[in-house]
């Protein structure tokens, strides 16, 4: 099938990524970006959608005859948007409301991994703030804290001491600083013990049945160079993962992704669309999963999405049909190149991002670096900042230290006023 008219819900620079990936797609004629940020919106291939509203959403693109519409962010999964658009007999990719609860609510994925005896850390699961005090000094430090709920990659403390622990309980149960979207039930927290290794990001495509796996990769949480300060959404990424070895592929398939599709199959809930296993590899190779993600990451889908070299509108439409078996190749093709993204913050960020600072100077797009907006808006011919993560500058080339050239390059032209970026993104791969 060919001409497809794609819409890709979203506003940040995944969605920035997937947009301009499906557009460069040959089976691929149009896409429609909702509600896009000013990247998309000068982009001439796509088009902003300035709506929000999934009622409205669905109706645009019943009414528009969308081929496919993909989801990139998380807070639409959770709100049942795939449901609604597969009631309406359209073909959406993305796990519906039920299945994605695996992200949207750490207390429903950790009971499904003890359930379906997948490897992760050991845990317990609090409503009352007394209790999980108790438990946090019968445990000690380290230990990490998780908020139940949606809170854009940012309601996980990992506390080394005992004080760290009890401040981050008591704001998940109680002034919710992290602004955490609570689950029915009201506020809980998971607490778990500490994991030692080394962490990528592990992700696949699921069409019910059949698993398509992306290129590995893996990125920088920490804010600062060194991975120091706070926990970010991500300040930068590669791929592939020279820690996801070959074995460790094998051990993610085996362990963790398979049991996933089939748990959830099992207990009544048919998962499709992007799966994402947040790993962590022990020093000895041993691999336990972190968390689970419905959705592709952000800022791994850019420099993932540079790599890939198949038709993604073919691969996704079929997936959002239940037909991957269907695919004449269930392997997709991928530039053995490096890809390397480096994310530009705003001023303040994460704790308090300043917005709408005027960006310019921005290298043009080229064959192996491209600047995908996540954090922008256009006012006028202006271009502005409007959130914490405001680029991503993800180039490809031979080698890490190759790509960490061209990006760097690139990322040192644009001028947006106190803006803050890591200098050492891909230092794990180069050692």
């Known amino acids: 099938m060919h001409n497809l008219k794609v819409l890709v819900i979203g506003g940040g620079g995944r969605e920035h990524a997937l947009a301009w990936k499906l557009a460069n797609s040959p089976s691929v004629s149009h896409v429609y970006v909702a509600p896009g940020n000013g990247g998309t919106a000068v982009d001439s291939k796509l088009v902003n959608l300035h709506i929000t509203d999934k009622v409205e959403l669905c109706v645009w693109a019943r009414d528009n005859a969308i081929d496919l519409t993909v989801v990139g962010p998380e807070g639409p999964l959770a709100d049942g948007l795939v449901d609604l658009f597969r009631d309406q007999g359209l073909h959406v990719f993305g796990p519906t409301q039920a299945a994605a609860q695996l992200e949207s609510s750490k207390a429903f994925s950790k009971a499904f991994m003890q359930r379906h005896a997948i490897p992760t850390a050991s845990f317990e699961t609090f409503t009352d703030a007394t209790l999980a005090h108790a438990y946090i000094d019968k445990v000690g430090a380290p230990i990490v804290v998780k908020a139940d709920g949606l809170a854009a990659g940012k309601g ?175 392997t997709l093709e991928w530039d053995e190149r490096v890809a390397l993204g480096v994310v530009l913050a705003a001023h303040g960020y994460p704790v308090q991002p300043s917005k709408g600072d005027v960006i310019e100077d921005l290298p043009a797009d080229g064959p192996d670096c491209v600047v995908f907006h996540a954090g922008t808006a256009l006012n006028g011919e202006q271009l502005l900042s409007s959130g914490g993560r405001v680029l991503c500058v993800s180039a490809l080339a031979a080698s890490v230290e190759a790509a960490q050239q061209v990006a760097y390059a690139a990322i040192a032209q644009i001028k947006l006023p106190g803006s803050q970026y890591r200098t050492d993104i891909g230092a794990r791969a180069v050692a």
């Open 156 to 330: 996980v403390v990992v506390a080394t001491s005992l004080e760290q622990a009890h401040a981050a309980v008591d704001d998940m149960l109680g002034s919710n600083s992290l602004g955490v979207t609570h689950n029915s039930g009201g506020a809980r927290v998971v607490i778990e013990e500490c994991l030692v290794g080394e962490e990528a990001s592990f992700i696949v495509m699921v069409d019910g049945r059949h698993v398509v796996p992306m290129a590995t990769s893996q990125d920088h949480k920490r804010l600062l160079d060194n991975d120091q300060g706070p926990n970010t959404g991500g300040m930068g990424a590669y791929s592939p993962a020279p820690v996801v070895t070959q074995a460790v592929f094998d051990t993610t398939m085996r362990d963790i992704i398979w049991p996933t599709v089939h748990g959830m199959a099992k207990d009544g809930i048919t998962f499709t669309g992007f799966l994402y296993a947040g790993l962590m590899i022990a020093p000895d190779g041993t691999v336990k999963t972190l968390e689970f993600n419905c959705r592709m990451g952000d800022p791994e889908t850019q420099p993932i999405l540079m790599r890939l070299k198949s038709d993604l509108g073919l691969v996704l439409l079929a997936g959002a049909k239940g037909e991957f078996s269907g695919l004449s190749s269930l």
